[in-house]
């Protein structure tokens, strides 16, 4: 079992931002593909943003395309979300996961690992 956490996750007004991190510990996050994926209540899981092991390439939901930055810190073993003009539908508990094969659709049943999860809430 990977060993990684989350965190980042808080409270946030409607227009604000907010930086999570996965930060991995017994792994090279280069060599899995990284995903961070969301859960609303009574909701399915969804893909948020996903990142290649294989060339770096990233996928985004047309729901945070230009407002969400996925991106990856080799030397600190950590992946980052930057969240920005973030959105009361934006309301989740936010997952890392990670996979060796997970292919780019950034489909939540493509990913074998996963972190313990981070609430995110945007509310004024």
């Known amino acids: 079992q990977l060993q990684f956490v989350e965190s980042g996750g808080g409270l946030v007004q409607p227009g604000g931002s907010l930086r999570l991190s996965c930060a991995a510990s017994?792994?090279?996050?280069?060599?899995?593909?990284i995903g961070w994926f969301r859960q609303a209540p009574g909701k399915e899981p969804e893909g948020v943003s996903c990142?290649?092991?294989?060339?770096?390439?990233?996928y985004y939901a047309d729901s945070v395309k230009g407002r969400f930055t996925i991106s990856s810190d080799n030397a600190k073993n950590t992946v980052y979300l930057q969240m920005n003009s973030l959105k009361p539908e934006d309301t989740a508990v936010y997952y890392c996961?990670?996979?060796?094969?997970?292919?780019?659709?950034?489909?939540?049943?493509?990913?074998?690992?996963w972190g313990q999860g981070t609430q995110v809430t945007v509310s004024s």
């Open positions: 990142i290649s092991s294989s060339d770096g390439s990233t």
């Open positions: 017994d792994f090279n996050v280069d060599n899995y593909a």
């Open positions: 996961a990670a996979d060796l094969t997970a292919a780019g659709g950034c489909l939540p049943h493509e990913y074998e690992y």
